[in-house]
Protein backbone atom coordinates (compact mmCIF):
# COMPACT_ATOMS: atom_id res chain seq x y z
CA UNK A 1 0.00 0.00 0.00
CA UNK A 2 1.31 3.31 -0.58
CA UNK A 3 2.12 4.95 2.75
CA UNK A 4 4.38 7.50 4.39
CA UNK A 5 6.92 6.19 6.62
CA UNK A 6 9.17 7.28 9.49
CA UNK A 7 12.15 6.29 11.13
CA UNK A 8 12.66 5.72 13.92
CA UNK A 9 9.62 5.69 15.51
CA UNK A 10 11.59 6.70 18.86
CA UNK A 11 14.14 8.54 18.92
CA UNK A 12 16.28 9.10 22.26
CA UNK A 13 19.36 11.90 22.20
CA UNK A 14 21.08 13.73 24.64
CA UNK A 15 21.15 17.54 25.03
CA UNK A 16 23.03 19.03 22.18
CA UNK A 17 23.70 15.82 20.31
CA UNK A 18 22.60 16.64 16.81
CA UNK A 19 20.07 13.93 15.56
CA UNK A 20 18.06 12.75 12.21
CA UNK A 21 14.56 12.09 11.61
CA UNK A 22 13.65 10.17 8.42
CA UNK A 23 10.74 10.17 6.61
CA UNK A 24 9.93 8.48 3.10
CA UNK A 25 7.02 8.03 0.59
CA UNK A 26 5.51 5.78 -1.68
CA UNK A 27 2.37 8.04 -2.85
CA UNK A 28 4.92 9.53 -5.54
CA UNK A 29 3.61 13.40 -3.92
CA UNK A 30 5.29 16.30 -4.70
CA UNK A 31 4.83 18.34 -1.40
CA UNK A 32 6.45 17.29 1.89
CA UNK A 33 5.78 18.87 5.12
CA UNK A 34 7.94 18.61 8.46
CA UNK A 35 5.55 19.24 11.41
CA UNK A 36 6.39 19.54 15.43
CA UNK A 37 3.51 18.33 18.09
CA UNK A 38 3.39 18.86 21.35
CA UNK A 39 1.37 17.10 23.70
CA UNK A 40 -2.39 18.14 23.66
CA UNK A 41 -1.39 20.87 20.81
CA UNK A 42 -2.21 21.15 17.25
CA UNK A 43 0.88 20.04 14.83
CA UNK A 44 2.96 22.89 14.21
CA UNK A 45 4.97 23.29 10.50
CA UNK A 46 8.03 23.72 10.64
CA UNK A 47 8.96 23.54 6.82
CA UNK A 48 8.12 22.25 3.72
CA UNK A 49 9.50 21.48 0.35
CA UNK A 50 7.73 21.74 -2.99
CA UNK A 51 9.58 19.53 -5.04
CA UNK A 52 13.04 20.42 -4.13
CA UNK A 53 12.15 24.03 -3.34
CA UNK A 54 12.87 24.82 0.30
CA UNK A 55 9.94 26.58 2.40
CA UNK A 56 10.79 27.22 5.94
CA UNK A 57 8.70 29.31 8.20
CA UNK A 58 9.34 32.32 9.95
CA UNK A 59 9.45 31.21 13.65
CA UNK A 60 11.22 27.68 12.86
CA UNK A 61 14.66 28.04 14.91
CA UNK A 62 17.59 27.94 12.89
CA UNK A 63 18.50 24.48 14.89
CA UNK A 64 16.09 22.63 12.75
CA UNK A 65 17.05 21.67 9.15
CA UNK A 66 15.78 19.86 6.43
CA UNK A 67 17.44 18.15 3.34
CA UNK A 68 15.30 16.18 0.62
CA UNK A 69 17.76 14.75 -1.42
CA UNK A 70 14.60 13.09 -4.15
CA UNK A 71 10.80 12.96 -4.33
CA UNK A 72 10.91 9.95 -2.10
CA UNK A 73 12.55 10.80 0.67
CA UNK A 74 12.84 13.97 3.16
CA UNK A 75 15.27 13.78 6.59
CA UNK A 76 14.77 16.48 9.57
CA UNK A 77 18.10 17.48 10.86
CA UNK A 78 18.26 19.29 14.68
CA UNK A 79 21.75 20.59 14.65
CA UNK A 80 21.74 21.22 18.88
CA UNK A 81 18.57 19.29 20.40
CA UNK A 82 17.23 21.10 23.68
CA UNK A 83 15.01 19.84 26.10
CA UNK A 84 12.22 21.84 24.65
CA UNK A 85 12.60 20.04 20.96
CA UNK A 86 11.23 17.10 22.73
CA UNK A 87 7.78 16.28 21.05
CA UNK A 88 6.33 13.94 18.10
CA UNK A 89 7.32 15.04 14.84
CA UNK A 90 5.05 14.39 12.05
CA UNK A 91 5.83 14.25 8.44
CA UNK A 92 3.45 14.98 6.35
CA UNK A 93 2.60 14.48 1.95
CA UNK A 94 0.16 16.04 -0.33
CA UNK A 95 -0.23 16.24 -4.07
CA UNK A 96 0.05 19.84 -5.26
CA UNK A 97 -2.91 20.65 -7.33
CA UNK A 98 -2.54 24.53 -7.27
CA UNK A 99 -4.74 24.52 -4.09
CA UNK A 100 -4.17 22.57 -0.76
CA UNK A 101 -5.17 19.10 -0.93
CA UNK A 102 -5.71 16.78 1.78
CA UNK A 103 -2.19 15.55 3.51
CA UNK A 104 -0.77 11.97 4.54
CA UNK A 105 0.40 11.91 7.46
CA UNK A 106 3.20 8.84 8.51
CA UNK A 107 3.26 7.68 12.10
CA UNK A 108 5.32 10.05 13.62
CA UNK A 109 8.93 9.92 15.39
CA UNK A 110 8.80 10.56 19.42
CA UNK A 111 11.78 12.54 19.96
CA UNK A 112 13.59 12.52 23.95
CA UNK A 113 15.83 14.70 24.70
CA UNK A 114 18.06 14.02 27.64
CA UNK B 1 -1.51 35.32 10.44
CA UNK B 2 -4.83 33.51 9.69
CA UNK B 3 -6.12 31.56 13.19
CA UNK B 4 -8.51 29.15 13.02
CA UNK B 5 -10.59 29.21 16.66
CA UNK B 6 -11.59 25.72 17.82
CA UNK B 7 -13.88 25.01 20.87
CA UNK B 8 -14.03 23.01 22.97
CA UNK B 9 -11.05 21.71 23.87
CA UNK B 10 -12.37 18.96 25.52
CA UNK B 11 -15.40 17.07 25.86
CA UNK B 12 -16.62 14.00 27.66
CA UNK B 13 -19.77 12.25 26.18
CA UNK B 14 -21.23 8.78 27.33
CA UNK B 15 -21.87 6.26 24.51
CA UNK B 16 -24.78 7.23 22.14
CA UNK B 17 -24.84 10.83 22.80
CA UNK B 18 -23.79 13.56 20.34
CA UNK B 19 -21.20 15.44 19.70
CA UNK B 20 -20.36 18.84 18.16
CA UNK B 21 -16.77 20.42 17.43
CA UNK B 22 -16.67 24.19 16.08
CA UNK B 23 -13.89 26.14 14.11
CA UNK B 24 -14.29 29.81 13.60
CA UNK B 25 -12.28 32.31 11.77
CA UNK B 26 -11.90 35.90 11.69
CA UNK B 27 -11.40 35.95 7.71
CA UNK B 28 -12.98 34.07 4.93
CA UNK B 29 -11.30 30.72 4.01
CA UNK B 30 -10.85 29.35 0.71
CA UNK B 31 -11.18 25.83 2.01
CA UNK B 32 -11.86 23.55 5.18
CA UNK B 33 -10.52 20.37 6.42
CA UNK B 34 -11.40 17.63 8.90
CA UNK B 35 -8.82 15.48 10.39
CA UNK B 36 -9.07 12.63 13.67
CA UNK B 37 -6.16 11.92 15.49
CA UNK B 38 -6.44 9.10 17.78
CA UNK B 39 -4.62 8.63 21.03
CA UNK B 40 -0.99 7.84 19.87
CA UNK B 41 -1.34 8.22 16.54
CA UNK B 42 -1.55 10.62 13.68
CA UNK B 43 -4.14 13.01 12.48
CA UNK B 44 -5.72 11.59 9.58
CA UNK B 45 -8.00 12.76 6.68
CA UNK B 46 -11.61 13.15 7.00
CA UNK B 47 -12.73 15.48 4.54
CA UNK B 48 -12.28 18.53 2.92
CA UNK B 49 -15.29 21.03 1.88
CA UNK B 50 -14.93 23.84 -0.26
CA UNK B 51 -18.27 25.69 -1.06
CA UNK B 52 -20.56 27.95 0.79
CA UNK B 53 -23.08 25.79 3.23
CA UNK B 54 -21.68 22.60 2.21
CA UNK B 55 -22.88 19.91 4.23
CA UNK B 56 -21.09 16.09 3.82
CA UNK B 57 -21.89 13.10 5.95
CA UNK B 58 -19.69 10.35 6.29
CA UNK B 59 -22.18 7.71 8.20
CA UNK B 60 -22.59 9.36 11.75
CA UNK B 61 -20.85 12.48 10.99
CA UNK B 62 -22.26 15.47 9.73
CA UNK B 63 -19.24 18.56 7.95
CA UNK B 64 -20.84 21.91 7.45
CA UNK B 65 -19.24 25.14 5.75
CA UNK B 66 -21.02 28.05 6.87
CA UNK B 67 -22.42 30.22 4.35
CA UNK B 68 -20.01 33.18 5.02
CA UNK B 69 -16.91 30.19 5.15
CA UNK B 70 -16.04 31.69 8.18
CA UNK B 71 -16.97 28.63 9.89
CA UNK B 72 -17.34 25.16 10.26
CA UNK B 73 -18.73 22.52 12.13
CA UNK B 74 -18.16 18.42 12.35
CA UNK B 75 -21.30 16.63 13.98
CA UNK B 76 -20.98 13.24 15.21
CA UNK B 77 -24.68 11.31 16.28
CA UNK B 78 -24.62 8.81 18.51
CA UNK B 79 -20.91 8.49 19.62
CA UNK B 80 -19.19 4.85 20.28
CA UNK B 81 -15.87 4.26 22.27
CA UNK B 82 -14.23 4.02 18.20
CA UNK B 83 -14.95 8.12 17.86
CA UNK B 84 -12.43 9.16 20.90
CA UNK B 85 -9.55 11.06 19.90
CA UNK B 86 -8.82 14.52 18.60
CA UNK B 87 -10.51 15.92 16.17
CA UNK B 88 -8.60 19.07 14.03
CA UNK B 89 -10.02 21.70 11.34
CA UNK B 90 -7.40 23.15 9.38
CA UNK B 91 -7.63 25.83 6.59
CA UNK B 92 -5.21 26.90 4.17
CA UNK B 93 -2.61 29.47 5.58
CA UNK B 94 -3.01 32.88 4.13
CA UNK B 95 0.85 32.61 3.52
CA UNK B 96 1.22 29.67 1.50
CA UNK B 97 -1.20 28.01 -0.82
CA UNK B 98 0.33 24.82 0.19
CA UNK B 99 0.37 25.22 3.57
CA UNK B 100 -2.43 24.76 6.20
CA UNK B 101 -3.11 26.32 9.86
CA UNK B 102 -4.73 23.86 12.45
CA UNK B 103 -7.30 24.46 15.21
CA UNK B 104 -6.30 23.70 18.39
CA UNK B 105 -8.30 20.82 17.90
CA UNK B 106 -11.31 18.76 20.49
CA UNK B 107 -10.10 16.08 22.65
CA UNK B 108 -13.27 13.70 22.50
CA UNK B 109 -13.74 10.86 25.49
CA UNK B 110 -16.26 8.80 25.04
CA UNK B 111 -17.58 7.05 28.32
CA UNK B 112 -19.13 3.71 27.99
Known amino acids: DAMVIQNPRYQVTQFGKPVTLSCSQTLNHNVMYWYQQKSSQAPKLLFHYYDKDFNNEADTPDNFQSRRPNTSFCFLDIRSPGLGDAAMYLCATSRDRGRVGEQYFGPGTRLTVT | GQQVMQIPQYQHVQEGEDFTTYCNSSTTLSNIQWYKQRPGGHPVFLIQ?????EVKKQKRLTFQFGEAKKNSSLHITATQTTDVGTYFCASRSSGSARQLTFGSGTQLTVLP
Open chain 2, 49 to 53: LVKSG
